[in-house]
């Protein structure tokens, strides 16, 4: 069962990615932005339920700030180091939420996944139009490869995924 639930969790989130790099936008600045993101949880909030809320929150808060950094067309050169800095940040985020998440008991670890689909599910879809415009302006393969990865950063606060998907990353990462 448990097998089932991370396989469930990483097909959702690959669908967030998939459904994400398929979204476009109409041309307006509104659609850059994905809406309010909710405060994240706090110690005394460690719910699986609010943890799950606190994933969601932090990956649309993500993605949200990527779209503004991204929105003026800045030069690569410019970009490449600010892309960098966001995507390291929120690394940390997402791994300071798996850490949390590894402190609850197994039973509680899929209840902040089943919490996590549910609120993926409410939101917008992402808009990663301005992602994808930068990546195709782009000749820096490694901005492209930061810019493209962007999006599948909250997969870091499932320490099961991760050491399965970027085992690399999860060593890292000091995650066993």
């Known amino acids: 069962m448990r097998r089932l639930r991370i396989v469930l ?3 959702a989130i690959s669908a967030v990615a998939l459904a ?3 979204a476009c936008g109409d041309g307006d600045a509104a659609p850059y932005m ?3 993101a909710r405060p994240t949880a706090t110690a005394a909030e460690a719910t699986p339920e609010a943890i799950g809320k606190a994933i969601a929150a ?3 808060t993500m993605m949200n700030e990527l779209n503004l950094l991204l929105a003026p067309a800045p ?3 410019d970009l490449k180091p600010r892309v960098r800095e ?3 940040r929120w690394i940390a ?5 798996g850490r949390e998440r590894e402190t609850l008991p197994e039973s509680a670890r899929s209840d902040v996944d089943t919490a996590v689909v549910r609120e993926l599910a409410a939101l917008p879809t992402a808009n990663v139009t301005l992602i994808n ?3 195709a302006r782009t000749n820096d393969l490694e901005l492209a490869s930061d810019l493209s990865s962007i999006n599948i950063l909250m997969q870091y606060s499932f320490f099961e995924l991760l050491k399965r998907q970027l085992p690399g990353e999860a060593a890292r990462l000091g995650i066993q």
């Open 9 to 11: 969790l990483g097909f």
């Open 20 to 22: 994400a790099s398929l």
């Open 34 to 36: 994905l809406g309010s």
């Open 58 to 60: 932090d990956y649309l």
């Open 75 to 77: 030069a690569p050169a």
């Open 86 to 88: 966001l995507k390291d």
């Open 93 to 97: 985020v997402f791994v300071a939420h």
């Open 133 to 135: 415009a930068t990546i």
